[in-house]
Each structure stands twice: as structure tokens, then as C-alpha cells.
């Protein structure tokens, strides 16, 4: 009993401890000084407007919309058929194969930001946003090959085995049989790839250029500069759109399917 | 005439070990085959190569005069059942069955009523708008099979289907297996490792073993004449022990009582066998006779149905069954006779 009344308290500490920064950084974006203070004076919701007002912002926004979707949609392409060859067959370096597609897991962001800057833009003189949308790649990739990975480590695999033996081809009883019954897990390696590589600064931070930044460098940029309540109603925005997207693959999955 | 030809099949999944080694096996139109034996002798690996999953390294599949080994699964039209039904989580029972149809780009209105007939042979009828984990375990097994026989294909295989239900069931469904397989005259390849569900479904049984099929017969004649000892213990042959061969149809032991059998049996079987339930017991001092040999009751057990007793005899310990009218207790001694008719070389 004793032990447990200590478990609660620990467990309420770490869930303040949590909780507290967001709630000061919702609580400060209505407040009316020009910087950011906590308690606040007043209550406003001009820092509100003054997001939509801030062109460089606004920009950064849809272009980080844009990359993140057009990398995690090109991470889908080549991460779903990766998934499944890895499940599928007991190639010789299936271990090895493995380790290397998560790998960009595992490397710092930073890490591979700074070399995809040196090689690829000063090197290879491939144009900034081109090289921010194959760092994004990148980093969604292990996203898609895991969780994908994981819903086709649960299928039976004799379900397609059958599909074959009932006229089907490879590749149509992969699109018939294995996809709709993984959807639940595609769906769900977007959503995360997606939110990831939206929030992600390492990489974007070595990879930016005229009128080529992503929301999160823009979002330091900013502050830089001006130290007042916009960052702070941004980022209410921002958690307010990340917790409506969870709350989609919670109502759909389960956040269990994903952790 | 010989409808479906397995000539020399071998397969080895790692290069080194064949899993099966130049298997040989011929089965004609109309028949329901099973494969039995012991659980990683082969049997499945065998389906597999027949249904077109697995290229054998070596060897040919013939069916109907038409050498398959290199066709693809999709073009070879048989219907396979699997052990864990393998229904198609995402689609409705009516839609899981129809599935091969809409495939051959069937019309609506042929397409319909095949399904529907099939329903009704299998028994879903009522259940055509269902998913899959709405049924049970034998609604499983039936759909699995309705989709595997309204392709009307040229071969029908069946891997372990009845293994997942309960024992009530699955002597219900072997008997409906069976009933729908003579209906449709289809030919079928059963693979099994339960000996009475084997016996009681097949016109021929090939028993496996270690990638070769020891014996391929009726299911009589393996249960009466085992043709080897991994046949013979399989099947449920106990006591088995050295002859010597004396004269047509005479043998003695060891230790020179004479035996007779009913058969001739070629040289080189010299290895008795009998059922447990096919040995006599006399009382010590019958009038001695061939087919004799005496024992001395080491343990006696309660079976329900008989006694069983493990007699202590110069051949070895045999296991016997006798009535629960008598019943000898340990120590005692005893006579042992073995019919002839029911003493086989092996
Ligand atoms: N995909 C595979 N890769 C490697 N070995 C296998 C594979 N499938 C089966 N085997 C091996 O082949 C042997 C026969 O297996 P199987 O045909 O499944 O036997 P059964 O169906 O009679 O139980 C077993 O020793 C098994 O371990
Ligand atoms: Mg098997």
C-alpha cells in the first residue's frame, strides 16, 4: 500500500513534469506583453493573427506540409515493398538488410543533415529543397519499415499462399490480400512518419535556403529575433494539429499499434 | 490409369539435407490419397510440391499426361485447404469463396449460382454475409473448403484441415469431407497424421517417413499387413522380435520355439510383430504346441476394455491384452500363443 501511494506520487511528479512546460506555453500565447512572460498581463488573441501575418512563417508552414508529405509518401513507396521482402523472405543478410534500413534511426539527425549538405548540396549541386526532401526520406524511412514491418509479421502468410493457388498472381494477390489486410499499419507508419519528419530540426537545419526553410528553422529563426508570444501561439497551433492527427490513429488503430 | 504422377521428387531447402528423397507416388482419378506419418516427415513439403509453392530440386509432377513440375501455382488450378483455413480476413464468406471465380473473370449470372451451390453442398447457406471471425471453428473449415472446390479443380489438397477442430467435429467433418469429395468425384490428396482419421477418410493411404513413402496401400492392408517396421509401429504393432526361417511358412526363435505363419514372406524379413490384442493367454501347463512361448507377468495395468500385461518371455518383454474376466497378477507365470494368421514379418 505505502509502496504503491510512492509509485502514484512519482508517477504524478513525472506527468507535471510533462505537462507543466505545455501548459505555460498555451497559457503565454494569450498573453499581452510583446515578450514572453509567465503569469501573464492581460489576454489577447493577437499573437494568433500575428501567425497568419508573418509571411515567413506562413511559407515555412507549407513548405514543411509539403515535404513531409511528399517524402513520407515516397518513404510508403519504397518502405512497404522493403517491409515486406524483409518479412517475406529468409534472405541470407535479412539481419544486416535490416540494421541498415532503420539505421537513419540510429544516426543522429544532425549527423545526417551535415552529410547530406556537404555531399549532396556543395558537392552534387543538387538544389536545397530537393536535398530537404531526401533527408526527410531519410529519416521517415525506419518509421514505414517498422511499423509496416510489424502488421506483416502478424498476417498469415498462407492467406496469400492461397490466393495464389486460387489464380492469382504475386503481385495481385500482394495488392488484393496483403495491403488491405496491413492498411491498419500503413496508415499508422504515415501518421508517425509524418509528424516526425514535420517536426524534425537537425535535419532541416543544415538544409536550408532561400525561401526553402521548414517551419521548425523558421520557427528559431524567429526567435532569434523576436522573443514575443507568435512562437508560442505557433506552437499551441501546431499541438493542437498533432493532437487531432493522434487522436485520428487512436480513434482508427489504437495507439497501441503503434508503440 | 494413373492420374496424378510424383516420379523422383526431391527437395531440400538448405542445399545439404533432402527433405524428401526421390519420392514416387501415383494416384488415379476420383481417389482421396492420404499422407500419413509423423509430424516433419514430409507430408506437408509433399502438398506443397503438388500444389506448386515448392519447385523439387529433381523430378517430375505429371497430371493427366501434362508435366506440371515448372508450372506456376496460379496457372495449375488446384484447390488447397490449409491448417489454418487461411480465410481472407476482408471479405465476406460469400466473397471469400467467390474469390477464384471473379478472378477467371466469371459472369455475374454463372458466378452467383456457384457460390450459392456450393453454400448449400458445404452448408453455409445462411451465413453468405458473414467475416470470417464471426464463425466458428467448423464454419471456418467449410467456407476454406467451398473456396477451395467451386474453382471445380483438377486436384483438391487438404493440409491437416481437421487438426484445429475439437474431436467431436472432427469426425463430423471427415465424414462430410468425404461425402462431398464422392459427390464431386474430385480428386484428392489428404494429409494427415492421425492414423484412425486417415483410415477412415482414404481409398489409399501412403505412409511417410524421414522424406520416402514406406508403404502405399489400402487402408486394410496396411492396418493387416504392415510392410515395415516403422509401418508396422506406426500403426500400432508392438512386440517385436527376431525369427529364424526354418521352412515355408516356419520360423523359431532364439531360443527354438517354433513358430507358423499363415503368409510366406520373402528371406530377408525376419522380424516378427503382433498386437498387443492379438496374443492369446493360456494358463502355465496348456498342452505345449507351436506358437507357444512361455512368459512371466511383470506389471499388470488397468486399460478399462482388457488388461494389459507386460510379459517377461526369452524373447523380450511383449505387451499383451487379455480379458478383465482373469486377471493374472504379477509373478505368475503364463503361456503366450500368437496366432498365425495374426504374426507378421517384417
Ligand atoms: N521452409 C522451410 N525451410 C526449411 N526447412 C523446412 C521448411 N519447411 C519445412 N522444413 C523442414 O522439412 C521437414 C519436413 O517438414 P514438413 O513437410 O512440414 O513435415 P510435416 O508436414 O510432415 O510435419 C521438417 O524437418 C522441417 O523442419
Ligand atoms: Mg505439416
Known amino acids: ?259 | 490409369m494413373t492420374y496424378v504422377d510424383l516420379k523422383d521428387i526431391r527437395v531440400s531447402y538448405d542445399g545439404k539435407n533432402n527433405i524428401l528423397k526421390d519420392l514416387n507416388l501415383s494416384i488415379e482419378k476420383g481417389e482421396l490419397v492420404s499422407l500419413l506419418g509423423p509430424s516433419g516427415c514430409g507430408k506437408t513439403t509433399t502438398l506443397r510440391v503438388i500444389a506448386g509453392l515448392i519447385e523439387p530440386n529433381d523430378g517430375d509432377f505429371v497430371v493427366d499426361n501434362k508435366n506440371l513440375t515448372r508450372v506456376p501455382v496460379h496457372k495449375r488450378n488446384f484447390g488447397m485447404v490449409f491448417q489454418s483455413y487461411a480465410l481472407f480476413p476482408h471479405l465476406t464468406v460469400k466473397e471469400n469463396v467467390g474469390f477464384g471465380l471473379k478472378l477467371r473473370k466469371e459472369d455475374k449470372t454463372t458466378m452467383n449460382p456457384k457460390i450459392q451451390d456450393i453454400l448449400e453442398v458445404t452448408g453455409l447457406a445462411e451465413l453468405g454475409d458473414r467475416y470470417p471471425k464471426q464463425l466458428s471453428g467448423g464454419q471456418r473449415q467449410r467456407v476454406a473448403l467451398a473456396r477451395a472446390l467451386v474453382i471445380e479443380p483438377k486436384l483438391l489438397l487438404l493440409d491437416e484441415p481437421l487438426s484445429n477442430l475439437d474431436a467431436k467435429l472432427r469426425v463430423q467433418m471427415r465424414i462430410e469431407i468425404k461425402r462431398i469429395q464422392r459427390k464431386l468425384g474430385i480428386t484428392s490428396v489428404f494429409v494427415t497424421h492421425d492414423q484412425e482419421e486417415c483410415f477412415s477418410i482414404s481409398d489409399r493411404v501412403a505412409v511417410m517417413n524421414n522424406g520416402i513413402i514406406e508403404q502405399f496401400d489400402t487402408p486394410e492392408e496396411i492396418y493387416n499387413r504392415p510392410k515395415t517396421e516403422f509401418v508396422a509401429r506406426f500403426i500400432g504393432f508392438e512386440n517385436f522380435f527376431n525369427l529364424t526361417k526354418q521352412g515355408e511358412k516356419t520360423y523359431t526363435t532364439s531360443e527354438g520355439h517354433m513358430l507358423k505363419t499363415s503368409q510366406s514372406w520373402d528371406d530377408t524379413k525376419l522380424v516378427a510383430t503382433i498386437r498387443p490384442d492379438d496374443i492369446n493367454i493360456l494358463p502355465k501347463g496348456t498342452e505345449q504346441d507351436t506358437n507357444m512361448i512361455p512368459g512371466k507377468v511383470v506389471v499388470r495395468t488397468f486399460l478399462g476394455k482388457s488388461y494389459q500385461y507386460e510379459v517377461e518371455t526369452n524373447v523380450g518383454k511383449i505387451l499383451v491384452n487379455g480379458p478383465k474376466e482373469t486377471a493374472y497378477s504379477s509373478g505368475e507365470e503364463l503361456l503366450l500363443q500368437f496366432p498365425e494368421e495374426k504374426l507378421i514379418l517384417v
Not at chain 1, 3 to 27: D, E, W, Y
Request: neutral net charge.
Open chain 1, 1 to 259: 500500500m505505502r509502496k504503491q501511494r510512492g509509485l502514484s506520487i512519482i508517477s504524478m511528479l513525472v506527468f507535471a513534469f510533462l505537462i507543466i512546460p505545455m501548459i505555460i506555453i498555451v497559457v503565454t500565447s494569450f498573453g499581452e506583453n510583446p515578450s514572453i512572460q509567465f503569469p501573464i498581463q492581460g489576454f489577447t488573441f493577437d499573437w494568433y493573427l500575428n501567425v497568419f501575418e508573418t509571411n515567413s512563417l506562413i511559407q515555412s508552414f507549407f513548405l514543411s506540409i509539403q515535404i513531409s508529405m511528399i517524402a513520407t509518401i515516397l518513404a510508403l513507396l519504397v518502405g512497404i515493398p522493403a517491409a515486406y521482402a524483409l518479412a517475406r523472405y529468409s534472405v541470407k543478410g535479412r539481419d544486416i538488410l535490416k540494421s541498415f534500413f532503420l539505421s537513419p534511426a540510429m544516426i543522429p539527425g544532425v549527423v545526417i543533415g551535415y552529410a547530406l549538405f556537404q555531399f549532396i548540396v556543395i558537392q552534387f549541386q543538387m538544389p536545397i529543397f530537393q536535398g530537404l526532401l531526401l533527408g526527410h526520406f531519410l529519416i521517415s524511412l525506419p518509421y514505414i519499415i517498422r511499423v509496416v514491418g510489424s502488421s506483416l509479421e502478424q498476417l498469415d502468410f498462407s492467406i496469400e499462399e492461397v490466393a495464389w493457388t486460387l489464380g492469382c498472381t504475386r503481385v495481385r494477390a500482394f495488392v488484393k490480400i496483403v495491403l488491405p489486410n496491413i492498411q491498419a499499419g500503413i496508415f499508422a507508419s504515415f501518421m508517425l512518419a509524418f509528424i516526425n519528419s514535420f517536426n524534425n530540426i537537425p535535419v532541416s537545419q543544415f538544409l536550408s535556403g532561400p525561401g526553402v526553410t521548414a517551419l521548425p528553422t523558421s520557427l528559431m529563426n524567429y526567435i532569434e529575433y523576436n522573443y514575443d508570444p507568435t512562437v508560442s501561439a505557433l506552437s499551441v497551433l501546431l499541438m493542437v494539429g498533432t493532437v487531432i492527427l493522434m487522436y485520428i490513429i487512436e480513434k482508427t488503430l489504437g495507439l497501441a499499434s503503434i508503440s
